[in-house]
């Protein structure tokens, strides 16, 4: 449809940030959602920490006032090591600590933020979406009509927008009595949205197993789909556990007593079928030893 080229910028400048931040703040909750904080200082906020090992891949614990704060390094060694920290609170709040003055807890062994790639996941994903719409408009509106002037343009762009919500449309044609005609062009659009929208499924498939979600393509067949469960099972525990293990490991040697663990549901499913192998081995057991007895 004939528009102005400037204000149709700015209108898809404005949607592509509304679809962005609407996939942020949808991946942001799951992950969220998808952690468990066990003994969790009173004065910590778990939405805090969270969004802090999201944004920086990592937070700062400082002994001497027992506050968690984003952190900058400063220095190296020769092995690459920081030779001190800065510590930095959202107020301003600025602290500059010695490497033993700090326990550095990461959410993964490069500190390399989430955000980032969740940032990438949903550029594209927001590409797919305009694509798929851009694709439908391009099927409704299969031709593209010459004018002369502006007034021309203006008059056309309105009938065809009552066409697309469903008016009847009365052209006039002040050149039609004189034998000429409207000059159109066909689009020769084609129908990709089925396509679009698998792609799409794809990639948000590989973003919600990146915190921890399991997901299956159940459009293929079951023997292919197991298999593919199985090994985007394994993705997103490993993809998740990268974040709780690295975490864990820092605040025991740090002399932490704070801890993270899954809360997915594919966590939950590993944890009740953990219990029922620990249970038949148990009444395995009993059954090859029926009279043994317990002191």
Known sequence: MATNTRQARRDAEEKRKKYFDCYMADFASMFHNAVIVDELPKDLPKRYLLKVLLQKG?????????LYL???????DVYGLPLGYTLIGYNGYVLD????????????????????????????????????????????TMTIAEVTDESQLLSLANE??????????VVKNKNAMQGAELKVNST??????????????ECLNETLSKIGINVANVDKRERVQDAEIRASQGYA???????????????KIGGLKIRLRGNTSLYKQNMLDEEKKQLENENLKKEENPNETND
């Open 188 to 201: 020769g659009a084609e129908y990709l949205v089925d396509k679009l929208r698998q792609d799409r499924k």
């Open 237 to 251: 525990l490993d993809s998740l556990n990268t974040l709780i293990d690295t975490f864990n490991y820092d605040a």
């Open 160 to 169: 065809i927008q009552a066409k697309r919500v469903g008016a009847t449309v």
């Open 70 to 76: 984003p952190f900058v390094k400063k220095g190296i």
């Open 97 to 140: 600590r010695k490497p033993e003055d700090v326990v550095i807890l990461r959410a993964n062994d490069l500190q390399f933020p989430l955000e980032i790639y969740l940032e990438q996941q949903c550029n594209k994903l927001v590409d797919y979406d305009m694509a798929i719409e851009q694709n439908l408009e391009a099927i409704k």
């Open 58 to 66: 990592g937070i700062a614990y400082d002994k001497e006032t027992e």
